[in-house]
């Protein structure tokens, strides 16, 4: 161990005293330096000559002042110190404790001289203040010392260390003063913070925490250069989508890495320390807010009752079995035809909810005989249907599956539905069913047709809901271009101008139960902002891995999939006349439902499915759904890579 071991050990351990040892250690220094006080109070009045009356004096009188000070050190908590986290409101305490002292210390003294009858009898006047201003500056030091102590040895051993990473913490307000002293007091990380950057002018040219404000944001690309800095930090809880866009674009041909605090950070959380940054992650670039409510909404509506989930082992059928069981449901059944994956989510729900009544069902919607079974051996009061074939370009090539299993699959559960009592039910539908150009899209349109046919009529209360795209589900492109940015790229994208709505899975599902359970219509949809641009999207994840686009991590366009549009829609024109918002974050349809015969025409899909008459099949869904143009397969097959490499 050497020598700033040592120290830094035996600061430690005088932080570190616990309980009545450290009060008794505390109430023992503060005498002996209140002590020193006052006789250094004498030796300066009278230069070091102390008359012998006036040495009488003080060892009169320091019985009581020592008796004061103490007394109000505990009257004032001063003995409950934290070595670590002390501040500025523990040195308003300090302070107020020793001029308040030195206050009922005069009293005493006028009591006495009232007394005697002799103005003479206490020490002087210029001793009384030299004390107060010793005392306050010596137990001040006994306190503040250890955190001081502790906060220079860390950075040299940092500094030591030889591995530190410049900084500098976006955000030069109070979270960042946070940020920056808990990164001074621990040594459990390696940012060498050089200084803020902030868009408050007033800020500029300040000094926070013994760290300059270096500038505004717009200034980051030549503060990176001109000092080294290889990280930033944002120390903004709940920064906007745009100010981290802003950032990344402004520093991206820097290979910086990022990391942020999270947004509960300001309302949890009374220190902030390495240990709760965060990586950027893809929904932090989102161009709006995290869509929220209340989830007594949630537990109102699902809490008690008996709930199904098809395809439950899916991205969004498993986080709708996470939230619904966070609510105390009757039973949660998971029905899924993955038997590994929905074993999985069985043993997950069973680890986090002991008490749950839950159940997995191993079922094909496809099985009509199956379905009918589950229903009345289970019995729900509420279904989400979220069983569905979602891969656009797979479906081209398979149209029959997309049929069997988006369409007859989906009439399957609401007939078992409607036979086993169940009273809520709710399909999960995509954007993709808006003027659809994939198979894919027009058979989950057919399914929103079929449920809002059926809505009439039925004893079940049936709804669609439909969204767009979800960052981090298994389909989605963020798990996708994580892997290629692994493995050193190339980054693929479909095409420069594609552009897609993205909402976070738990957001969407918390939605969804809200909307679909609620009694607010046959169709909702999901407000999800402007649409991002996937190149965009694929950039900024290259930069927050500290590279490069274009030049650390390729960019190529391979086209359009079949199936595929550059840009989606969540309404078609129609719907956005016919809506209307019933809350910040929902829409409802009230467009008629269907005419004409919708059953027999889903009749004669099942029937060309069965027999694979794939042009008769995408005759029959042109029919049903009228918008729906199929993809031009020999177009989008001879779409050519294109590369960007800058």
């Known amino acids: 161990m050497d020598q700033t071991d040592r120290l830094s050990h035996l600061v430690a351990r005088f932080g570190g005293i616990g309980g009545w040892r450290r009060r008794g250690t505390l109430v023992l220094l503060d005498s002996g330096l209140v002590a020193a006080a006052f006789f250094f109070g004498y030796v300066l009045r009278f230069e070091g000559a102390i008359p012998a009356r006036h040495l009488a004096q003080f060892w009169r009188f320091l019985p009581w002042l020592v008796t004061i000070r103490v007394t109000l050190n505990f009257v004032l908590g001063l003995h409950h110190w934290s070595f670590r986290f002390s501040g500025l409101e523990e040195a308003g305490r300090l302070i107020l404790s020793t001029v308040a002292g030195s206050g009922v210390f005069v009293t005493v003294l006028y009591f006495f001289q009232r007394q005697a009858e002799d103005i003479t009898i206490g020490p002087p006047r210029s001793v009384i203040v030299i004390e107060l201003l010793l005392s306050t500056a010596f137990m001040g030091a006994l306190r503040f010392s250890p955190r001081f102590a502790l906060t220079r040895l860390n950075e040299m051993r940092i500094a030591r260390a030889g591995e530190r990473a410049r900084t500098v913490i976006v955000g030069a307000g109070s979270a960042g003063e946070l940020l920056l002293r808990d990164l001074r007091r621990s040594d459990e990380h390696r940012y060498d913070v050089v200084g803020f950057v902030d868009d408050d002018r007033s800020k500029w040219a300040s000094w926070i925490g013994g760290r300059p404000v270096l500038g505004g944001i717009d200034d980051l690309p030549g503060i990176v250069l001109r000092r080294g800095v290889e990280q930033l930090l944002f120390a903004i809880p709940r920064a906007p989508a745009a100010l981290i866009r802003r950032v990344l674009d402004l520093c991206a041909e820097l290979k910086l890495s990022y990391k942020t605090l999270p947004v509960s950070f300001a309302y949890l959380s009374d220190h902030a320390g390495a240990d709760a940054l965060q990586a950027l992650a893809p929904e932090d670039l989102l161009p709006r807010g995290e869509a929220r409510f209340d989830p007594s909404e949630v537990k109102a509506l699902v809490a008690g009752r008996r709930v199904l989930v098809t395809g439950a082992a899916g991205s969004i059928g498993s986080e709708i079995c996470r939230q619904v069981a966070a609510h105390g449901p009757a039973r949660l059944i998971l029905a899924d035809i993955d038997e590994n994956n929905l074993y999985m989510l069985y043993l997950e729900l069973r680890r986090a909810f ?49 049929v069997k299993n988006n369409v007859i699959g989906c009439r399957n559960v609401i007939d078992m539905a409607e036979a086993c009592g169940t009273e809520r039910l709710v399909l999960i539908s995509s954007d993709k069913a808006v003027d659809p150009s994939s198979v894919m899209g027009a058979t989950k349109r057919v399914g929103e047709l079929l449920v809002r046919s059926r809505a009439a009529a039925s004893p079940v209360r049936l709804s669609a809901v439909r969204f767009g795209n979800v960052l981090g589900s298994s389909a989605s492109v963020v798990p996708i271009f994580r892997s290629q940015i692994a493995a050193g790229g190339p980054v693929t994208v479909t095409h420069p101008d594609c552009r897609r709505f993205l909402m976070t899975i738990p957001e969407a599902v918390g939605l969804v139960i809200l909307a679909g359970l609620s009694p607010y219509g046959d169709l909702c949809i999901l407000e999800m902002g402007e649409p991002v641009r996937i190149l965009d999207l694929a950039r900024m994840m290259i930069s927050m891995a500290g590279l490069v686009p274009g030049r650390d991590i390729e960019i190529v366009f391979t086209g359009l999939r079949l199936g595929e549009k550059v840009d989606e829609r969540l309404m078609t024109r129609d719907e956005e006349e016919s809506s209307s918002v019933l809350r910040e974050t929902i829409r409802v349809v009230k467009t008629p439902p269907p005419a004409g015969d919708l059953e027999g025409c889903i009749d004669r899909l099942a029937e060309l499915a069965r027999t694979g008459d794939r042009s008769a099949l995408l005759a029959v869904l042109r029919e049903i759904v009228p918008s729906y143009r199929p993809a031009d397969a020999m177009v989008a097959a001879t779409d050519a890579p294109v590369r960007m490499r800058g």
């Open 354 to 402: 002991p008490d749950l009544q839950l159940a997995s069902e191993v079922v094909d919607i496809r099985d009509p005989e199956r379905l009918q079974q589950l229903g009345r051996f289970r019995r729900p009061q509420d279904v989400f249907h979220a069983a569905a074939h979602k891969h656009v370009p797979l479906m081209e090539w398979a149209p029959e599956e997309a």
